[in-house]
């Protein structure tokens, strides 16, 4: 009986050593109506804190309902007059200021004063998106459409590397109508966050509309608008050159180019909302304007498998002889991020 009881009095000093640390070491909110929320802080943007308990997935609270945070981590905190910190978050003061450990000392502010709060950005980030879509009908009319299109996005300290491929097929009564192979790229050095230089390439083939091949290269700046765990806008400028074979003839010069991309996650993430758009412009031969975009949803199934509903718009002022200006497409289908 004695060995016994020994037994369970060493499992629960076992259990003891080990839960007592974490919960010693969560970060805490104490709201003002007294309830205190344990877990991991995560970050506090546009007036609400996010944190993410131990029982349950991550979930935010308004700003102005907080009284208290503590958090062991450092994070990067914006201040509304603009100041920007490296702090941990210390609780509060007697006259209910939220005190902040910046290099070891402390900093009071008001609640209302935090603009924004987030961990570091790590060194090393990717996101990668894989859509397919497919399309097979039968009967009076056999038609086969197939879209792959695939996107990534790395950053590795102050290097960004952006690319996209497309590939489109359909064919209708065994006669192709749609060819198109597109490969762009895009290099990003961060030299002033939010700006950042760089440069382009691109390739692209649609023996459909008559491309036998465009090549396109460029130098860019542009600036983050939006980068965060929920929006990522970016825009670029800049020029280049390009080269094309369109109609059986072979030309190139000077180009003016713009780049935008545009995501925006809501409800926690299970819906997005993506544009991409990249606009060229020849300034030579037709001086033909290219302009080309593909705006849709993403909606999460399962994990990183999601459904997605996208409509695909490309256009050209000056297409080959016998040409449409315009191609557009809706594509629905499924898809994995990684």
């Given at each position: 009986m004695k060995s016994q009881i020994l037994r369970y009095a060493f499992a629960g000093l076992f259990l003891t050593a080990i839960y007592i640390p974490d919960l010693a070491l969560a970060d805490q909110l104490v709201m003002k109506n007294g309830d205190v929320i344990t877990g991991d802080l995560g970050k506090v943007e546009g007036n609400r804190v996010f944190i993410k308990p131990a029982y349950a997935g991550e979930f935010s609270v308004d700003l102005s309902e907080v009284v208290s945070i503590e958090a062991e981590k450092v994070y990067e905190v914006e201040l509304e007059d603009g100041s920007e910190v490296n702090a941990k978050f210390a609780g509060i003061t007697a006259d209910g200021q939220q005190t902040l450990i910046v290099d070891d000392a402390e900093m009071n502010v008001g609640m209302t004063d935090l603009a924004t709060a987030a961990l570091p950005q790590a060194y090393y980030e990717r996101v990668s998106h894989v859509d397919f879509n497919m399309a097979w009908n039968g009967g009076n009319t056999d038609d086969k459409t197939n879209l792959l299109f695939a996107d990534t996005r790395i950053r590795v300290g102050e290097q960004r590397h952006l690319a996209a491929l497309t590939i489109a097929r359909n064919e209708t009564n065994n006669i192709t109508t749609k060819k198109q192979d597109l490969f762009r790229y895009s290099y990003n050095w961060l030299f002033n966050e939010p700006w950042y230089l760089g440069g382009t390439a691109s390739y692209e083939r649609d023996p459909i509309k008559d491309l036998s091949y465009r090549y396109t290269v460029g130098a860019l700046i542009g600036r983050d608008i939006f980068k965060d765990s929920r929006k990522f806008l970016t825009a670029s400028l800049g020029m280049g050159y390009s080269e094309q074979k369109l109609a059986g003839d072979s030309?190139?010069?000077?180009?003016?180019?713009?780049?935008?991309?545009?995501?925006?996650?809501?409800?926690?993430?299970?819906?997005?909302?993506?544009?991409?758009?990249?606009?060229?412009?020849?300034?030579?031969?037709?001086?033909?304007?290219?302009?080309?975009?593909?705006?849709?949803?993403?909606?999460?199934?399962?994990?990183?498998?999601?459904?997605?509903?996208?409509?695909?718009?490309?256009?050209?002022?000056?297409?080959?002889?016998?040409?449409?200006?315009?191609d557009t497409t809706l594509a629905v289908g499924i898809g994995a991020e990684f």
């Open positions: 030309d190139g010069g000077a180009t003016g180019l713009w780049n935008l991309i545009y995501e925006h996650k809501f409800r926690d993430g299970d819906l997005a909302f993506f544009h991409n758009e990249n606009l060229a412009y020849q300034f030579y031969g037709a001086n033909n304007l290219i302009v080309k975009t593909n705006t849709g949803f993403r909606f999460d199934i399962l994990a990183n498998i999601y459904a997605s509903v996208a409509f695909r718009w490309d256009y050209e002022t000056e297409p080959a002889v016998g040409t449409k200006s315009y």
